[in-house]
Antibody, heavy 125, light 108 residues
């Protein structure tokens, strides 16, 4: 069965960096892209972007450029999210999710069929 | 950028029908997907491509669209359906995913 298992909670000080992992199993890792979604405390879901697991090419959503880096280790079917220069506003649960995409033009379909359990990153001095 | 508008909350009695709306400009031309998120848990896909259900999702969950509004309908609501629900589309104008703000369903 398809599973995405994320690394555990992190407590970091402002200015530090954090690296969250997302290990996939139950399917061929390079067949589907991995997306990252942020959820701040008490807030909604926010797409951060995705990484092509075949080429390693990342695509970042607006607001997630510069300090955010998506990467892969295909040898262990794992995707990573690294955030540098952490700020209090980065405190959130970060989810990885596999996407399904097909179609073209206005009929392009893109949704998330499997999600990781989430990783809480807390930034506090 | 594209905006999806959901009501912050919907309340329904057990056994009744809940309807959660998602408004967006020209949403009729987009494929709409819905997620259920219970407290402390990851989101779960409950409807994709406007009205299809993934395997394992009860038939009580259904999706539809009319005009500039998509609707998630939950029939015969149970206490276990209490959760936050999010709609989502692909914004082709800037090639990114957009989520609605979420609706908290309360079963009273």
């Amino acid at each position: 069965q398809v599973q995405l298992v994320q690394s555990g909670s992190e407590l970091k000080k402002p200015g530090a960096s954090v690296k969250v992992s997302c290990k996939a199993s139950g399917y061929t890792f390079t067949t589907y892209a991995i997306n990252w979604v942020r959820q701040a405390p008490g807030q909604g879901l926010e797409s951060m972007g995705w990484i092509n697991t075949n080429t390693g090419n990342p695509t970042y959503a607006q607001g997630f450029t510069g300090r955010f880096v998506f990467s892969l280790d295909t040898s262990v079917s794992t995707a990573y999210l690294q955030i540098s220069s952490l700020e209090a506003e980065d405190t959130a649960v970060y989810y990885c999710a596999r996407d399904i995409r097909y179609g073209s033009g206005t009929y392009f379909k893109y949704y998330f069929d499997y999600w990781g359990q989430g990783t809480l990153v807390t930034v506090s001095s | 950028s594209y905006v999806l508008t959901q009501p912050p909350s919907v309340s329904v009695a057990p056994g009744q029908t809940a309807r959660i709306t998602c408004g967006g400009n020209n949403i009729g031309s987009k494929s709409v997907h819905w997620y259920q998120q219970k407290p402390g848990q990851a989101p779960v896909l409950v409807v994709y491509d406007d009205s299809d259900r993934p395997s394992g999702i009860p038939e009580r969950f259904s999706g539809s669209k009319s005009g500039n509004t998509a609707t998630l309908t939950i029939s015969r609501v149970e206490a276990g359906d209490e959760a936050d629900y999010y709609c989502q589309v692909w914004d082709s104008s800037n090639d990114h995913v957009v989520f609605g703000g979420g609706t908290k369903l309360t079963v009273v």
